[in-house]
Nanobody, 117 residues
């Protein structure tokens, strides 16, 4: 079975750091784009950061300069290093893997990140 499992979430004070990890199984995901999304209560799920199959990264404006996305294709893992966390970063963070042709997409169950002021 294909699975994405996030870990590393928790409660942290504003200005602190966290590192999220996404462990995968059931597929090598070599030809997939991978990314992190987040959803706060009552708000739409939004893109945080993505990294393409060839290593090109893109970030939401709200996290540029603070978050870094990386992937290890040999281990089939995806990480998100978060610095200078703000209360508005509080959300459930989801790991995503997507292939365009044929269109295929997988999601993890999410990990809670809470930033206190």
């Amino acid at each position: 079975q294909v699975q994405l499992v996030e870990s590393g979430g928790g409660l942290v004070q504003a200005g602190g750091s966290l590192r999220l990890s996404c462990a995968t199984s059931g597929s090598p995901f070599v030809n997939y784009h991978m990314g992190w999304y987040r959803q706060a209560p009552g708000k739409q799920r939004e893109l945080v950061a993505v990294i393409s199959s060839d290593g090109v990264t893109n970030y939401a404006d709200s996290v540029k300069g603070r978050f870094t996305i990386s992937r290890d294709k040999a281990k089939n893992t995806l990480d998100l290093q978060m610095y200078s966390l703000k209360p508005e970063d509080t959300a459930v963070y989801y790991c995503n893997a997507r292939r365009d042709l044929p269109l295929t997409e997988y999601w993890g169950q999410g990990t809670q990140v809470t930033v206190s002021s």
